[in-house]
T-cell receptor
Framework: QVQLVQSGAEVKKPGASVKVSCKAS????????MHWVRQAPGQGLEWMGI????????SYAQKLQGRVTMTSDTSTSTVYMELSSLRSEDTAVYYC???????????WGQGTLITVSS | EIVLTQSPGTLSLSPGERATLSCRAS???????LAWYQQKPGQAPRLLIY???SRATGIPDRFSGSGSGTDFTLTISRLEPEDFAVYYC?????????FGQGTRLEIK
């Protein structure tokens, strides 16, 4: 069965960077694009970007351009999302989600809480 | 960017009643790329409907989606206790992908 397992919660100081991992299993890793979505406390869902695990090409939400980098490691079936120059507004639960153009976001990771606080 | 506006913000109903949730887009959206998600506290979103009207795997048939153009609807025909949650619509056909702000379905 498809599983997306994310890394654990982290606390970071303003200005630091964080790298969240999402390990995929139960399907051919390179056959599906992966998205990242975040959710600030008590707020809605915000799309961050998409990565093609086969080749590693990525596209990001304009709001996060220059601060976010998504990468993939086919040897471990893992995608990563790195966010730099952290601000308090980046405090959120970060999700990876496997998607197809037809079905949308059918599979989600369990979420990773990133807290930015001095 | 396509802006999705959901209404109402909060819907208070009783188990057994019918729920109708609305999602309006700022410009026409291909029906092929409109989805609905359910989210419960502390959980990741769960895909309910894709392509505006197709139920995802394992979703009960009391959930149905309809609509086209700029107006889409999620209907829950008879509410079960486990249906009380937050619901989001999403446009996923082109970048940037966007979500509505959500409708909270609460027990009356």
């Amino acid at each position: 069965q498809v599983q997306l397992v994310q890394s654990g919660a982290e606390v970071k100081k303003p200005g630091a960077s964080v790298k969240v991992s999402c390990k995929a299993s139960g399907y051919t890793f390179t056959s599906y694009y992966m998205h990242w979505v975040r959710q600030a406390p008590g707020q809605g869902l915000e799309w961050m970007g998409i990565i093609n695990p086969s080749g590693g090409s990525a596209s990001y939400a304009q709001k996060l351009q220059g601060r976010v980098t998504m990468t993939s490691d086919t040897s471990t079936s893992t995608v990563y999302m790195e966010l730099s120059s952290l601000r308090s507004e980046d405090t959120a639960v970060y999700y990876c989600a496997r998607a197809t153009v037809i079905v949308g976001f059918a599979y989600w990771g369990q979420g990773t809480l990133i807290t930015v606080s001095s | 960017e396509i802006v999705l506006t959901q209404s109402p913000g909060t819907l208070s109903l009783s188990p057994g009643e019918r729920a109708t949730l609305s999602c309006r887009a700022s410009q026409s959206v291909s029906s092929s790329y409109l989805a609905w998600y359910q989210q419960k506290p502390g959980q990741a979103p769960r895909l309910l409907i894709y392509g505006a009207s197709s139920r995802a795997t394992g979703i009960p048939d009391r959930f149905s989606g309809s609509g086209s153009g700029t107006d889409f609807t999620l209907t829950i025909s008879r509410l079960e206790p486990e249906d009380f949650a937050v619901y989001y619509c999403q446009h996923y056909g082109s970048s940037p992908i966007t979500f509505g702000q959500g409708t909270r379905l609460e027990i009356k």
